[in-house]
């Protein structure tokens, strides 16, 4: 007489824990990026007096700069709320024992970060010319 043991599938469950939480720190890095991104107007205009008057001249960079930071901002929630949709629906697999891997998140994210720093590498070039 064999008993059916259920298996044990908390590896699993903290797994997808642990992925989902590798989500948030990557998101919460990308927050500070764009704020970073969107303040760096604050640090040229505080030492133009210092470097030149050029400086003076960089507003069309300042809102440009802060639309930047805006969009990583909010490209970074939108990664949050797509890794918690793909938590919530790993976990549901995983209870039901059909899990399927979904790789959409990691090419979305890439995509997007690929994106941002392009425009990043754009608004610098032309910054400095």
Excluded: H
Aim: hydrophobic letters at 50%; a neutral charge.
């Amino acid at each position: 007489m064999t008993e059916d043991k259920p298996k044990d599938k908390s590896q699993q469950y903290l797994a997808n824990q642990r992925t989902f939480l590798a989500w948030i720190r990557t998101c919460i890095v990308l927050i500070g990026l764009g704020f970073l991104i969107s303040k760096f107007n604050i640090f040229l205009r505080e030492f133009s007096p210092v470097a030149n008057d050029s400086l003076n001249e960089a507003s069309a960079f300042d809102i440009t700069s802060s639309y930047l930071g805006i969009g990583i901002i909010a490209f970074s929630m939108g990664i949050l709320i797509y890794a918690m949709k793909n938590y919530f629906v790993g976990f549901n697999e995983i209870a039901s024992g059909a899990y399927k891997p979904n790789n959409s998140i990691v090419f979305f994210s890439a995509i997007g970060v690929i994106i941002f720093s392009a425009a990043i590498i754009m608004y610098l070039v032309i910054s400095i010319s």
